[in-house]
């Protein structure tokens, strides 16, 4: 089995008070626990949070719960 970060890639960039989480690859079963533990810890300074999905191939039901408890956080 490949490594989560191989399969997916995450990059975040900060700009003041905005947040851009750029995704690619999948986000499923095996990368889920990977793409958490990426997107969970946003600075508290955050008041703007863009995820760019462009690149994901694919977003199971675990990676939905991720971004829907992910937008509470905002």
């Known amino acids: 089995m490949r ?3 191989e399969m997916l890639e995450v990059t975040k960039v ?3 008070t905005k947040l851009i989480v750029t995704t690619s ?3 499923d ?3 889920a626990e990977f ?3 990426q997107v969970s810890e946003i600075p508290e300074i955050v008041d703007e949070l863009v995820v760019d999905m462009e690149n994901l191939e694919y977003v199971s039901s675990s990676g939905l719960r991720i ?3 992910l937008t509470k956080q905002i």
């Open 3 to 5: 490594d989560a970060t």
């Open 14 to 16: 900060s700009e003041g």
């Open 25 to 27: 690859g999948r986000v």
């Open 29 to 31: 079963t095996d990368t």
């Open 35 to 37: 793409f958490d533990e």
């Open 67 to 69: 971004l829907l408890t």
